[in-house]
């Protein structure tokens, strides 16, 4: 496989991966503000 291949996915893997803890972070500053 073509290593510029995997590089690619691996930032794409980072990228899903921050989206997912900010999202993950508001929901939690939202439950925060709601208790």
Partial sequence: MD???NK???VR???GLE???S???SK???SKYYN
Avoid: D, W
Wanted: charged fraction near 5%; proline fraction near 6%.
């Fill in 13 to 15: 893997n980072n990228i």
């Fill in 28 to 30: 939690f500053q939202v």
């Fill in 8 to 10: 690619i996915v691996i």
């Fill in 3 to 5: 290593p510029s291949i």
């Fill in 19 to 21: 989206i997912g803890f």
């Fill in 23 to 25: 999202l993950y972070e």
